[in-house]
């Protein structure tokens, strides 16, 4: 299935290995996003309601678009390792915050 997989992809043979892991990373990532936002979007009617859903689509959307934007002015200027595990910190701390509060 893979090699079906890898010939519509036009895969060349050195190319195989970082394919796989690329679409494997597409695969589990997309899991991930459906599973929390999922339960991150059951958890926020549970506490606030539908009252303050359209509203709560309005902000996360801005905020997606300025920490995207945030993301790559920070991406040319920092090391994507270095950035990364900033990134990671940071949504650790926000979300240990949210769940404090």
């Known amino acids: 299935m893979l090699s079906l997989v890898y010939r519509m992809l036009n895969v060349k043979e050195n190319e195989k290995g970082r394919v796989a892991l690329m679409l494997g990373h597409g695969f589990f990532m997309g899991i991930f996003f459906a599973t929390y936002v999922g339960t991150a979007e059951t958890l926020f009617l549970n506490v606030l309601g539908d009252n303050y859903i359209n509203q709560g689509i309005f902000v996360a959307g801005v905020l997606g678009v300025m920490t995207t934007g945030?993301?790559?002015?920070?991406?040319?200027?920092?090391?994507?390792?270095?950035?990364?595990?900033i990134n990671l910190v940071v949504i650790f701390l926000i979300t240990c915050t949210f769940y404090y509060l």
Do not use: A, G, N
């Open 70 to 85: 945030m993301f790559s002015f920070l991406q040319s200027r920092i090391s994507y390792s270095k950035l990364t595990i």
